[in-house]
C-alpha cells in the first residue's frame, strides 16, 4: 500500500467530514480551556491548588455530593493534596462513619479514621430525591465521567496535543455558567436554574459558588473563578489519583522504547545490508503471465 | 528454501530431545529457517503486532480478573478500586482498555493489507478464512469487555446488541431472553459475558494457531503477489524477519504507550465513568471505535431484520472473498483499476466509521445507505466483475526481480509508479 495513497484517502475522508450541513447537535456552547497543572506529558497536580479545592468541596459540595471511592489517608497522597497524616486524621475526624454491628449486634457511629472513606451525604438515593427532587451525583470520577465533543478536526489535534481536561474544562465552565434570566423563549422548568454549558440548560444544581464564600488562608483570589478552578482541579485528582506516577512511568517508558526503536533500526540495515541482492547476480526473464480463469 | 532448513541439534541432552518431542526441530522449522519473501514490507508485521497484542490482553486481562468482581453491584466499584488500590490496576487497566483498541487497529491494518495485495488467493482461502472467523471472535469478545465495567455504557450497550437478536423471527424474543438469563440485562448477563471472556481469548489462541499453521502451510504471500521461484527470493525467518518485525512492534508500542500514559481515555466514552442505571438512558448509545462501521450499517436499514442481517452479512462475505473476486493476479500493484475501487473501499470504511459515531438522522442515513450501498457491491459487483474485465500489468519474472526495479539500480527500468514510496 502506498503512503500517497493513504494519504489521499484520509484526505477524502477529512474533507467530507468537514463538509457542513451535518452539525446541529450542540447548541451548548464549549466549555473554554483553561491551563491546568497537570496537563501534558510532565503534569503534576499543584498540592496547594488541591488543598483549596478540597476545601471548597468540604465547604460546599460535600451537603448533596458524595466522595465514596476517596478514603482520608487518600489525602497523604504525597503527588495528590499532600496533606501530613495529622491533618487528614483531623479531617477524618470531623466525620461521622457508621460502624458495626458491636458486641451487642448493633450499628454505632463513631469518628472517622485515615482508613475510612468518605461517608456518603444521603442514605440512599430515595432520601436525596426526596429533598432536591434529584439524586446529586457522586463526584469522585465526574472529572472523567464529563465531557463535551469535540468535533471532527479538533479530536485529532487532542490526540497529538494530549488533550485530555476536557471534564474539568467542562466543570469549571458549569460551575460559572449560570445566567438569572434565561434567554428569551427558553421555559425553565420548575426547581430548575439556567446554566449555559449544561447540555439541555435547565440544571437542578442552584448555583454553588458565589464570591468570598470559601475562606482562602493562602492570599489566593476568593472569587467564583478561581473556587471553580480548584475544585476541578482537586475532583481531577480523585478522578484520577495516580495520575502523577502514570505521566512520570509514561516517560520512561517512552525514552526506553525511543531509543530501542533507534538501536534496532540501526541493527536491521545492517542485518539487511548483508542479503542486498545485485543485479549481475539475476539473468533476467521474461515477465509472468497468469492463465486465465 | 534459503539456508540450511534441517535442524542440527547441537548438545546431547537436545539431541536425546529431539528424538522424543521434536518441539525445537519445530521451533527451528517455522520461527528460524523458516523462508520469507524477500520484499515484504512492513504492512506484513501487523501479524506479529496481532500475536504480541493476543498476548498482553491475555497477561493484563488474567490479572485484572484476580480483582475484579461480576457482580452488578460491586463491578463497577471493584474496577475502580484496581484504579486506586492494586499496585499498578490503573497501568494494567489502561494497558488492558487500549490494548483492545489496538488489537482492532492492528486486525484492520492486516485485513486491508490482506485485500490490497490478494492474500486471500489460492493457495491461502483457508488461512483468510481463519482469519474472518478471528474477527469474529475479536469482536464478540472485544464486546464482552466493554460490558464488564458496568458503566453506562457497558450496560446500554449490552442491552442495545443482544436485543438486535429479537429481530429473529418466532423466536427472537426467547433468545433474548436465553441470552439475559432474565427478563432484562442483569445480574446473570454480566456473570456469562464474564465467563465467556475470559474463554473466548483461548479459542482465539487455539484458531491464532490454525492460522500459523495454515500460514506455514502455503508460506506467506508478497507485495508482488507472486510465488518465490528461486533462493534468491527468500530470506530466513531469522534473523531477516524478525529483527525487521521486532523494530516496527516496537515503533507500535509506541503509539500504544502514547494512548496508555498520556491519553488513557481518549478512546473511550465519559459515560462509562457513570454506573449503570437501568432507568436512565444515555443521550447517544456509541459502540467502541472499531464496531462504528459495522454499527452504521446496521443503522442504514430501515428495517431492523434487515439491519440486522446486514450488519452480520457484512462480516460474513469476507469469508468468501477468496471466490468473489476473480481475477488470478493477486497484488494491487499490477491491478490498476482494482487499486482505485480498493481505496474507495477503504474510504466507504472509514466513513462508515464516522458516520456509526453521529445520530441516525438526516444526511447521515442517506450517506450510510450510500457507503453500505457500496461497501457490498464491491465484494458482490466489483470484484467479481472486475477479475474479468481488468487488464492487468505484466508481473515481474521473479521476487528478486521486483526488488531489484524497485531499487532502481543502474540499468534496470523505471518502476511502475504504484511501487513509489513504498517501505
Redesign the interface.
Known amino acids: ?5 493513504l494519504l ?3 484526505s ?2 477529512f474533507v ?2 468537514l463538509t457542513p ?2 452539525g ?2 450542540h447548541e451548548a456552547p464549549a466549555p473554554p480551556k483553561n491551563r491546568w497543572s497537570f496537563a501534558g ?1 510532565l503534569g503534576k497536580f499543584d498540592g496547594a491548588q488541591l488543598q483549596r479545592g478540597f476545601k471548597v468541596y468540604r465547604e460546599v459540595c460535600a451537603t448533596c455530593h458524595g466522595l465514596k ?1 476517596v478514603a482520608f489517608r ?1 489525602l497523604t497522597d504525597p503527588n495528590g493534596p499532600a496533606f501530613t497524616a495529622a491533618q487528614a486524621s483531623v479531617i477524618a475526624a470531623e466525620y461521622k462513619v457508621q460502624d458495626g454491628p458491636n458486641d451487642q449486634g448493633e450499628m454505632y457511629e463513631r469518628t472517622g479514621r485515615l482508613a475510612d472513606y468518605f461517608p456518603p451525604p444521603f442514605p440512599n438515593d430515595q432520601a436525596a430525591r426526596a429533598r432536591y427532587n434529584a439524586v446529586p ?1 457522586d463526584l ?3 472529572a ?4 463535551y465533543e469535540r468535533g ?1 478536526p479538533f479530536w485529532v489535534l ?2 497529538a496535543t ?1 488533550y ?1 481536561e ?2 474539568v474544562d467542562y466543570i469549571t465552565a458549569l460551575l460559572q455558567g449560570y445566567e438569572n434570566k434565561p434567554p428569551a423563549g427558553f421555559t425553565l422548568p420548575p426547581g430548575s436554574f439556567y446554566n449555559k454549558y449544561y ?1 439541555a440548560h435547565a440544571i437542578a444544581m442552584p448555583p454553588p459558588l458565589t464570591d468570598g464564600r470559601v475562606d482562602y488562608t493562602d492570599g489566593s483570589p476568593m472569587k467564583v473563578e478561581q473556587y471553580a478552578k480548584d475544585i476541578s482541579a482537586f475532583l481531577m485528582w480523585t ?1 484520577e ?2 495520575l502523577v ?3 512520570r ?3 520512561q ?2 525514552t526506553f ?2 531509543v ?2 533507534t538501536l ?2 540501526f ?2 540495515k545492517k ?2 545490508h548483508a ?1 542486498e ?3 549481475e ?2 539473468t ?10 | 528454501m534459503s539456508g540450511n532448513s534441517i535442524y542440527q541439534p547441537q548438545s546431547a541432552f537436545m539431541r536425546w530431545l529431539e528424538r522424543r518431542l521434536p518441539i525445537a526441530g519445530l521451533v527451528y522449522s517455522s520461527f528460524v529457517a523458516y523462508p520469507t519473501p ?1 520484499n515484504l514490507n512492513y ?1 506484513w508485521t501487523f501479524g506479529g503486532i496481532l500475536t504480541f497484542m493476543l498476548g498482553v490482553q491475555l497477561v493484563t486481562g488474567i490479572v485484572l480478573a484476580m480483582h475484579y468482581t461480576p457482580h452488578v453491584d460491586f463491578a463497577f ?1 471493584s474496577v ?1 478500586q484496581i ?2 488500590d492494586v499496585n499498578y490496576g ?2 494494567l487497566r ?1 494497558l488492558h482498555a487500549n490494548g483492545a483498541s489496538m488489537f482492532f487497529l492492528a486486525a484492520y491494518v492486516h485485513m ?2 490482506g485485500m ?1 495485495y490478494g492474500s486471500y488467493k489460492e493457495p491461502r482461502e483457508v488461512l483468510w478464512i481463519l482469519g474472518v472467523i478471528l474477527l469474529l471472535l475479536m469482536i464478540m469478545t472485544g464486546f464482552m469487555g466493554y460490558v464488564l465495567p458496568w458503566g453506562q455504557m457497558s450496560f446500554w450497550a449490552a442491552t442495545v446488541i443482544t436485543n438486535l437478536f429479537s429481530a429473529i423471527p418466532l423466536v427472537g424474543e426467547s433468545v433474548v431472553t436465553w441470552l439475559w438469563g432474565g427478563y432484562a440485562v442483569g445480574n446473570p448477563t454480566l456473570n456469562r459475558f464474564y465467563a465467556l471472556h475470559y474463554l473466548l481469548p483461548f479459542v482465539i489462541v487455539g484458531v491464532v494457531v490454525l492460522h500459523i499453521w495454515a500460514l506455514h502451510m502455503v508460506g506467506q504471500n508478497n507485495p508482488d503477489g ?1 510465488e518465490p521461484v528461486t533462493e ?1 527470493d527468500t ?1 530466513a525467518f531469522t ?2 524477519a524478525t ?2 518485525d ?2 516496527l512492534m ?2 507500535f ?2 503509539l500504544f ?2 494512548f ?7 478512546l473511550g466514552h ?2 462509562n ?2 454506573p449503570a442505571n437501568p432507568s436512565v438512558t444515555p ?1 447517544h448509545i456509541v459502540p467502541e471505535w472499531y464496531y462504528l462501521p459495522f454499527y452504521a450499517i446496521l443503522r442504514a436499514i430501515p428495517n431492523k431484520l434487515l439491519g440486522v442481517v446486514a450488519l452480520g452479512a457484512s462480516i460474513v462475505i469476507l469469508a468468501f472473498l477468496p471466490w468473489l473476486d ?1 481475477s ?2 493477486r497484488s ?1 500493484r499490477y491491478r490498476p483499476l482494482y ?1 482505485q475501487f480498493f ?1 474507495l473501499f ?2 466507504v470504511c ?2 462508515l466509521g ?1 458516520l456509526g459515531s ?2 441516525p438522522e ?3 442515513v442517506l450517506i450510510a445507505r450510500i457507503f453500505t450501498a457500496y461497501y457490498f457491491a464491491y465484494f458482490l459487483i466489483i470484484l467479481p466483475v472486475l ?1 474479468r474485465v481488468e487488464k ?1 500489468k ?5 521476487i ?2 521486483a ?2 526495479s524497485q ?1 532502481i ?4 527500468p523505471a518502476p511502475p509508479p ?1 511501487a ?3 517501505a
Open positions: 500500500m502506498s503512503w500517497r495513497a489521499a484517502a484520509l477524502v475522508t467530507v467530514s450541513a451535518f446541529q447537535e506529558p471511592l487518600n451525583p469522585s470520577v465526574i472523567k465521567a464529563r465531557g471532527f487532542d490526540f494530549q485530555q476536557h471534564g447540555p478522578a489519583p495516580h506516577q502514570r505521566k512511568v509514561g516517560l517508558i517512552f522504547l525511543i530501542l526503536a534496532l533500526y541493527t536491521k542485518v539487511w542479503v541482492l545485485h543485479p547476480e539475476l533476467p526473464r521474461p515477465p509472468l503471465e497468469y492463465p486465465r480463469r | 524477500r504492512w466499584n475502580e484504579m486506586r490503573w497501568l489502561y486491508f493489507r490490497y507472486i534468491r530470506v534473523p531477516y529483527i525487521k521486532t523494530f516496537i515503533v508500542c509506541i504507550a502514547w496508555v500514559f498520556y491519553i488513557p481515555n481518549f465519559p459515560d465513568y457513570i443521550t476473480t488470478p493476479v494491487a487499486r481505496w477503504f474510504i472509514v466513513g464516522w453521529k445520530p438526516g444526511a447521515y477479475g492487468t505484466p508481473l515481474p519474472a521473479s528478486s526481480q526488488v531489484l531499487g539500480p543502474v540499468g534496470a504504484a513509489v514510496g513504498k
